[in-house]
């Protein structure tokens, strides 16, 4: 019994400030009443990817040659980016609304392929990097749930797809993605209602549907020594997660 009587005293140290609070004046009282609202966001993003790598292959070079590639391919980390956009939301009924929100991301994912046939001094394989650079125009299609409004807030979950148009150019180094791509979403957020707007911090969590990677870029490359860093990986799946600020 003793070790559920800090579980206890916690629990109502977080229940009994929330049945205490007490009804304050509303700002903007009918906002969310309106058939039709917009707004505008900005934002920051972290992309990554998974890489589905193929190990070790022979292949054959245009001019009838074989060739050996072993070289492992991933994304080192998060990168960080910035986005912008606005914001259409139609209301649906009282806790439902279905949201459009065609948005631009900037930013780049760190590519590090280590080539295992190709050994340095230490006996650790040498390794490529490549900065793949995106800049994606997006149309996220979102159906949102809201919970009651209390006072000036209003907690609420999202999920949606969103299909992105990539418009990086065509001179990307091993690797090159698709110029489109279908992201499944879902996120979570609060409205708060100032005296003058509505500020809606939103996370939001995306992942890829289909396999970005854009397997024609391969035939485009003019140096060969660049074939075993290209043909190493066989799928791609993007994935961000989106901090976004919106103003209504």
Request: overall charge neutral; charged content about 20%.
């Amino acid at each position: 019994m003793r070790k559920w009587i800090p579980i206890i005293l916690l629990s109502l140290c977080a229940v009994i400030p929330m049945a205490a609070q007490k009804r304050v004046v509303q700002n903007k009282p009918y906002i969310d009443l309106r058939m039709l609202h917009f707004g505008i966001s900005l934002g920051l993003h972290m992309q990554d990817a998974d890489m589905t790598n193929i190990g070790p292959q022979t292949f054959e070079l245009p001019e009838g040659d074989l060739m050996n590639g072993n070289v492992l391919c991933d994304v080192d980390n998060w990168n960080p980016g910035f986005s912008v956009g606005v914001l259409a939301d139609l209301r649906i009924n009282r806790h439902f609304s279905l949201r459009v929100l065609p948005t631009m991301h900037f930013g780049q994912k760190h590519l590090v392929f280590r080539n295992l046939n190709e050994l340095n001094e230490y006996g650790q394989p040498t390794f490529e990097t490549q900065d793949l650079k995106n800049t994606y125009i997006s149309v996220p299609v979102d159906l949102k749930f809201a919970a009651e409004r209390f006072n000036n807030y209003r907690p609420y979950v999202i999920a949606g797809v969103n299909p992105m148009l990539n418009l990086s150019g065509k001179d990307q180094d091993y690797v090159q993605l698709k110029g489109h791509d279908l992201m499944l979403e879902v996120g979570l957020g609060c409205d708060f209602y100032l005296p003058f707007f509505k500020l809606i911090p939103e996370l939001k969590f995306c992942y890829g549907l289909t396999n970005a990677l854009d397997k024609n870029h391969i035939d485009e490359l003019r140096d060969v020594n660049k074939l075993p860093y290209a043909r190493s990986i066989s799928d791609v799946r993007t994935k961000m997660i989106v901090l976004t600020f919106y103003f209504e």
